[in-house]
C-alpha cells in the first residue's frame, strides 16, 4: 500500500518538497541542539518544561480526538461517520508520533528515553504516560491497517477489530487523562493542582481535534474527489459546539475560583497570564487572543445558520483550533512555572531554534497525514488527480 504514497501530481510533490524542507531545517537546528545542548532553547531552571511539552500536550489532545468520530460510529451505529473513522484513525498515529518527538527532543540526549524502559516506575505518572500513549498508537496502527487492507481485497473487516476498536475509545480517554494527572498531580504547582484540569483537557481535545478533522475533510472535499458528506460534517461540527462550550466553562469556573477566592498562590498565574505581572506581560496579548478566537468560534458555531454554512464553518473551526492551541500550546505549561514556588518571575519565551524543531516535527506529521490520506482515498478511489489533488 505504500507506493501508493509515491505517486502523484505536481501539486502534490510541490507539497512534499515543502515539508521536506521544513523537517530538514528542523533536523538541522535538533542536530546542534544535541551538540550544544537545551541552553540553545529559552528553557532555564525556573522553567524545565516549555514549548516542547507544551506542543505534546496539546498534540495528545489531537489524538485523543479520533474518539468522536470512532464511538458514535461502532457504538451507536452513526453510519454518516463510516468515511470519517479511517482518517480518524490516521490523524490519530501522526499526532502520537509528533507527541512522541517532541518528548524525544525536550529530553537533550534521546537515550535517556532507555531510562523509563530500563528502569520502570510504575508509581510514577510520567512511566503510565508512556504506556498509554504507546498503547494508543499500537491500537491505531492495528485498527487503520486492517481496516485498509480489507478495503484493499474488497472485503469487510474482521470481527475481532471490534474489541480493539472498543479498547481504543477506552485508551483515547486515558491517554489525556493521564497527561493530566502529570501537572495535576504536582503540589507546589498551584495553577495546575486543580481536580477539574482533566476534563477541560478532555473537552479541550474533544473541540480541537474534531476542528482539525472537519478542516481536513473540507480540504480533501476541495482537492479530491473525496466527500465527507454534508450530514457527517454536520455531526462534528455539533460536537466541537458543545465541547467548546463545555472547555470555556470550565476556563470560566477555574479564573472565578482564582480571582474571587484571591488566594495569592493561585491568583498571581492567572495575573500573568491575563493581565501581567511585576511588569512582565509576555503571553499577556496571546491569551487574549485566544480568548476572542473563542468568542467567535462559540458565536458561529451556536448559531445553526452559520453552523451549516461550510465558509463560516471553516472560519470557526480555524478559530477553536488557534484558541485552543495558544491556550495549551504556549500559555497552560509555561504559566504553572511563571511564579516559581518562591515568588520569582522568570519570564520563558521559545528561541528560534526552538521553534524551527517543534516545526520540523509539526512538518513530520503533516507529511505522515498526507501520505497516509493518500493511500486511504487511492484505495477508495477518490484520488481526483485531474482537478490537482493528491492531498
Known sequence: MLEKALKGNRRYWSWVGFLLVIIGAGFFFYLRQLNVGLGITGMSRDVSWGFYIAQFTFLV?????AVMVVLPHYLHDVKAFGKLTILGELLAIASVTMCLLFIVVDLGQPQRMLNIVLHPTPHSIL?????????YLLLNVIISRVSLLAERKGEHPPAWIKAVVYLSILWAVSIHTVTAFIYSGLAARPFWLTAVLAPRFLASAFA???????LLCLILRRLSHFDAGDEAI???????TYAMAIN????LMEVFTAFYSEIPEHLDHFRYLF???????????????SVILALISLILLINPKTRHNHRMLTIACCAVFFSIWIDKGLGMVVTGFVPNPLGRVMEYWPTLPEALISLGIYGIG??????FYRIALALRGELGETSGGGS
Open 275 to 289: 493581565l501581567g505581572l511585576e511588569g512582565h506581560h509576555r503571553l499577556v496579548p496571546w491569551m487574549w487572543i
Open 248 to 251: 470555556v466553562f470550565f476556563i
Open 366 to 371: 503533516a507529511l505522515m497525514v498526507t501520505g
Open 127 to 135: 512511566f503510565w504516560d508512556m504506556v498509554v500513549l504507546n498503547g
Open 208 to 214: 480541537a481535534g474534531p476542528a482539525l478533522l472537519i
Open 234 to 240: 454536520s455531526k462534528i461540527a455539533l460536537i466541537v
Open 61 to 65: 489532545g489531537v489524538a485523543a480526538s
